[in-house]
T-cell receptor
């Protein structure tokens, strides 16, 4: 039981390049989330998905797109990376659909945009 | 939107000293959760508080939820080097689309 897994662990992009961050969970959770973590800013919600087939914007969605591929997988895409998107990205999941349950986090992806 | 403010941002203590971090919300919270993130790691759930005035303990950690459900605190007694990390509170307003809103975190460092 791996919990929440994320790939890649590290990535360096040039401005304007695109990439997709992958996230998968094997806990049969309904909700999945993408956060970014910047120094002094805590965790800010980018997008979330309360169930398969649904996605909603969080606090900082601009510059990102998401896909809930199936119940297990939730990907985050940067279409044209910018230096302001340099951050640590965490995927998380929770069992219910209300968004209020305990969240289980993946190990994170450290992204640098030059 | 809803904000959850957490203070202090940083705290450095000598091993054995106590530590407290505070979390305040501009709106009433339906519940509050606490997470710990070790350096280089990911947030890990510690506890959830739901009731007004609730106090819960986990060994040397004491969590409180205010009577008005607008504030919360985490107190660590006699810190140990294993307590190093960043502690986050996360609140839910219970209004409209419910999502956890995380505080900025308190980074705890300890001098052994």
């Amino acid at each position: 039981n791996a919990g929440v897994t994320q790939t890649p662990k590290f990535q360096v992009l040039k401005t304007g390049q695109s990439m997709t961050l992958q996230c998968a969970q094997d806990m049969n959770h309904n909700s999945m989330y993408w956060y970014r973590q910047d120094p002094g800013m805590g965790l800010r919600l980018i997008y979330y998905s309360a169930s398969e087939g649904t996605t909603d914007k969080g606090e900082v969605p601009n510059g990102y797109n998401v896909s809930r591929l199936n119940k297990r997988e939730f990907s985050l895409r940067l279409e044209s990376a910018a230096p302001s998107q340099t951050s640590v990205y965490f995927c998380a999941s929770s069992i219910g659909t209300s968004g209020t349950e305990t969240q289980y986090f993946g190990p994170g992806t450290r992204l640098t945009v030059t | 939107g809803q904000q959850v403010m957490q203070i202090p941002q940083y705290q450095h203590v000598q091993e054995g000293e106590d530590f407290t971090t505070y979390c305040n919300s501009s709106t009433t919270l339906s519940n509050i959760q606490w997470y710990k993130q070790r350096p280089g790691g990911h947030p890990v759930f510690l506890i959830q508080l739901v009731k007004s005035g609730e106090v819960k303990k986990q060994k040397r950690l004491t969590f409180q939820f205010g009577e008005a459900k607008k504030n919360s605190s985490l107190h660590i007694t006699a810190t140990q080097t294993t307590d190093v990390g960043t502690y986050f509170c996360a609140g839910i307003t219970g209004q409209g689309a419910q999502k956890l809103v995380f505080g900025q975190g308190t980074r705890l460092t300890i001098n052994p």
